[in-house]
């Protein structure tokens, strides 16, 4: 198909689409003269794609074309391919900080994880944050919600496809960054419905 | 203290606390002369509660100014009072999306929510995002993912400080905005660990 029909087909402006091509976020079509290029599924299906991590995954588009650089070329073992797929959907962090307290926290937990992965530093900045704007977790809530990602987590890692590796990689990078908005939202509404009962029976 | 100490204090260069002033994030300190002013631990808290909005709750400058906005002036119920600290600690949405799928999953549910809130919102452009990327939530997930949401959102609400106002919807803000990321990084690590353990036990 000719861009415009893919324009039509992803329902994306075709400058957005030329856009995208000038980023390398999409592959570019085969060539049919100088100035035409054909294109097909596979670019609908990318286009769709870039524009679910663009827009709710709210992702910027260095990290996007990250992500679907994980997908293109995922590494082998699967934690790895886990550790990569955290890091491709993370913006660049600000000033390192202290990551003593979020290993000690790990460690309490017994949990697996190695110390210099970029988990260990956002939870590390985190907890830095609580600490710097005196906001007091209540006493057992940090462990509460641990306790609730845990649960979260296995059923995530229990359920990954068992298919070709881009299938997995896709499962695992667009799993961490379509459903946290998707956690996020439910919380939101959550603490709504909690709150109603509470308040307000 | 004058500007410089107050610099010291909290740890915040002079020229960002002139810039937290001119953007009112930061109330004026009390003239003492034409060029001079005070400050008081008021202006430490709030300094050092901008730098945790700013950094890790990762807000724009328009963000915090909502928030402080509903912890200086914040509505009398409690459900209220909690839509507008989830509104003050979001970022403006993108075109909005169709909200019959949220609305329905919610009432699924039996949350008692407001169909106009911004939770609504978020959580139909996460449910859009995942759809767009043809990303198929495992069978019964999205229930797994709102009961485990419901125990944290439950024990958040009873462990809401009896105290002002004040002290109430500054946990209810913070709350929302500190605790995801804390939330999410701790959902990554539990990843790691969970296929740490399946994977390569």
Redesign the interface.
Known sequence: MRISELSQDAGVPVATIKYYLRERLLPEGVLTSPTQAQYDTVHV?RL??I???L???GLSVAAVRRVLGAIDEPPE???EL??AA?EAASETQ?APVDRAA?IAL?ERLG????RD????G??A??????E????G??EG??E???A????????????TPEGSVEEVV??VV???V???????????????????????P
């Open positions: 299906d769709r794609l524009r679910a991590l827009g709710p995954g073992a699967m934690h886990l550790g955290h600000d979020a790990c949990w697996r994880v190695s992965c970029e988990g260990i956002r939870l900045e985190s907890l830095a944050g609580l710097a704007a005196r906001f977790v209540p809530m940090i509460h919600y641990a609730t990602m845990r649960s979260v987590a296995e059923a995530e890692i229990a359920g896709r499962y667009l799993g961490t379509l459903v946290e908005p998707l956690l996020l939202a439910l919380r939101r509404l959550a603490q709504q419905d909690a709150a109603v009962r509470t308040y307000d």
